[in-house]
């Protein structure tokens, strides 16, 4: 995601007073004012959430609810397929899943979490794809669908092996949540929504909350001594962990869920010989390499030695050869496993093969063996 | 003789040789440190040449040579554990000394109290 021109205000979330309170260092990200991190640091902030508890505002992403001017919860679903290669008709209510919306070649215009709730679609967007989501929904959806954007909604994500403990001091309700549900609870008394998922590969919960509440929520959680605000920079190292696709670095409009090695996230009953095989957008590029392959993919890389290999480093078979064969799109220094880590894409055969792979790094090349994702293994509450 | 750069570079300068390493104010503005690439002794810089890399978790920055000259020690305790930069960085943290070619180049440098004015008006973490 850019940083909005510097002629342009940057937005606020509902949290602002209260990062600029805790020492927050305040960044521009997608047309925002975000805490890249707080007087912690990024390194301490990343391995509190792997042991404890730490709350993050993630009120600059995009969150939208879509009804069927039928009423009917099914419908909506139905319209939503249209979309996304994933199964919405099939999703409970009272679930998530993670969801992919797809352009014509079949790559990625946004990654989302979809969530249902009687008769109502929940939608959580990419801050920097917000604007654009929504005008395309409209586009899509409108003759059938009711879309509202719920920009004085604010979301926190509570994530860590302790925001069990730290979220159901406010909620005790929240504890028979599994992995992926999604609950409507009182918290201060308003009306809010839960679900039992979030970005880092731990266990935890993203809460959506009124606007005009939600310093309130996040100060009521941080009374737990466990609880600490997290900013943008652990949340970055974290997902990286945890081998998760970040939107306009492993994810674009030029990369296909097959390139992204997203396969689980698309149902069979969407797939070729499912019962809503296809009618998404890109599908017979989509059904085709989900049978047959795509030409590259993302893989998971540990760079020997203690060098931090980033976003842009171009990659190579060997130490001396001058073919490329994919880019790093993701890269840094994992706090947890005390090394640097790396995500990117390679030709298809050198997935395959599990070969090493040398990146350049300022005129030397650097081996890294291929890894397994996640990095770190989640701890998610199934 | 203590000579501070704009790009927050210190340089301890003893004869003709100078110490070189990140300020306060840098290793602040960086974050936590987690690699540091030095130069090889014996590689020899202009003044304003990046001569070490500096990783935090966030990003990769240069740290430029504030004088032209060679390279004669690195800090090898710097490179086995990085977060020194972080919690001595004009002690322990120290990157490089080298031998100065030309003293004059010292003259453009700052003193510690026109550093101190720079930083005071510059955006704090």
Redesign the interface.
């Known amino acids: 995601m850019t940083a909005a021109p510097t002629d342009t205000p940057l937005k606020r979330t509902p949290l602002h007073g209260l990062h600029v309170e805790l020492?927050a260092?305040m960044v521009p990200f997608a047309g925002y004012a975000m805490p890249?991190?707080y007087a912690n640091?990024?390194?301490?902030e990343?391995l509190h959430v792997r042991v404890a508890a730490g709350l993050f505002d993630v009120s600059h992403m995009g969150q939208f609810e879509i009804r069927s001017r039928s009423k009917r919860g099914d419908d909506a679903a139905r319209e939503l397929e249209s979309v996304v290669p994933m199964d919405i008709l099939g999703l409970a209510s009272g679930r998530q899943r993670y969801a992919l919306l797809t352009n014509e070649q079949g790559g990625v215009r946004d990654d989302l979490m979809i969530a249902r709730l009687g008769d109502r679609l929940l939608i959580v967007a990419n801050a920097g794809c917000k604007d654009a989501d929504e005008i395309y929904l409209r586009e899509m959806l409108s003759k059938h669908c009711e879309i509202d954007r719920l920009d004085d909604w604010a979301l926190l994500a509570l994530q860590g092996p302790l925001a069990e403990v730290v979220l159901t001091a406010l909620v005790p309700d929240v504890r028979s949540m599994r992995f992926m549900d999604v609950r409507a609870v009182k918290l201060l008394g308003a009306d809010c929504i839960v679900s039992r998922s979030g970005y880092t590969g731990e266990d935890g919960f993203e809460i959506s909350v009124p606007a005009a509440i939600a310093e309130a929520v996040a100060r009521s959680l941080l009374k737990h001594p466990q609880a600490e605000m997290i900013g943008l920079?652990?949340r970055?190292?974290l997902r990286l962990e945890a081998g998760l696709c970040l939107y306009g670095s492993d994810l674009d409009p030029d990369t296909t869920p097959v390139e992204a090695a997203l396969e689980w996230s698309i149902q069979a009953c969407r797939r070729s010989g499912g019962g809503r095989a296809g009618g998404f957008p890109g599908a017979k590029t989509i059904l085709d390499q989900l049978v047959h392959g795509a030409p590259r993919r993302r893989v998971g890389l540990r760079p020997e030695g203690?060098?931090?290999v980033?976003h842009g480093a171009r990659l190579f078979r060997d130490r001396s050869s001058s073919d490329e064969i994919g880019i790093v799109t993701s890269g840094?220094?994992g706090?947890s496993i005390n090394a640097?880590v790396a995500m990117g894409y390679v030709m298809a055969s050198i997935a395959a093969s599990g070969a090493p792979i040398y990146a350049e790094l300022?005129g030397e090349r650097v081996a890294m063996q291929q890894s397994k994702l996640p990095f770190v293994a989640s701890n998610y509450k199934r | 003789m203590l000579k501070f750069t704009s790009d927050h570079e210190w340089i301890l300068v003893e004869n003709d040789s100078a110490t070189v390493g990140i300020t306060q104010y840098a290793q602040e503005q960086l974050?936590?440190v987690?690699?540091v690439?030095l130069p090889k002794s014996g590689a020899s810089f202009e003044a304003g040449a990046a001569a070490v890399?500096v990783?935090?978790?966030?990003?990769?920055s240069d740290v430029y040579s504030p004088i032209t000259g060679e390279i004669v020690d690195v800090n090898q305790e710097v490179a086995d554990n990085?977060s020194l930069v972080n919690s001595d960085p004009m002690g322990k943290g120290w990157l490089f000394k080298m031998k100065i070619a030309d003293q004059s180049q010292l003259d453009k440098l700052m003193d510690e109290q026109a550093y101190r004015a720079l930083i005071a008006g510059a955006p704090h973490?």
């Open positions: 020492d260092r890249v991190q640091g990024i390194l301490k990343h920079g652990a970055d190292s203690r060098a931090p980033r840094g220094f706090p640097p300022r | 974050g936590d987690v690699f690439d890399v990783e935090s978790v966030k990003a990769a990085p973490a």
